[in-house]
Nanobody
């Protein structure tokens, strides 16, 4: 089993920055991809960024390209999401996720989920 624990959410003003962290515990050796998803009230959970643990390739949603950076520290079993130039529309619950697949950006492509951390961006 894989257990994911997120931290780093909070409230910031537009233009500010936050760094989210996600520590993975358990049988992580089979995980091929880590990702961050966001879900705003009344909306679907959608992929923000993913990181392929094998080749380091990344994916970013168009809405965050150039502002957010996903990275991983293998020694700490931790994946980060650096969020810069935050906008009010970035306000959402952010979830860390782990996948056994190298493709797909739907919620169903990820097997394990953290509890979520709230990000609130005020105008």
């Amino acid at each position: 089993q894989v257990h994911l624990v997120e931290s780093g959410g909070g409230s910031v003003q537009a233009g500010g920055s936050l760094r989210l962290s996600c520590v993975a515990y358990g049988y992580t050796y089979m995980i091929t991809r880590m990702g961050w998803f966001c879900q705003a009230p009344g909306k679907e959970r959608e992929a923000v960024a993913t990181f392929n643990t094998g080749d380091g390739s990344t994916y970013y949603a168009d809405s965050v390209e150039g502002r957010f950076t996903i990275s991983q520290d293998n020694a700490k079993n931790t994946v980060y999401l650096q969020m810069n130039s935050l906008k009010p529309e970035d306000t959402a619950m952010y979830y860390c996720a782990a996948s056994y697949s190298s493709i797909g950006y739907e919620r169903t492509d990820f097997a394990h989920w953290g509890q979520g951390t709230q990000v609130t961006v005020s105008p």
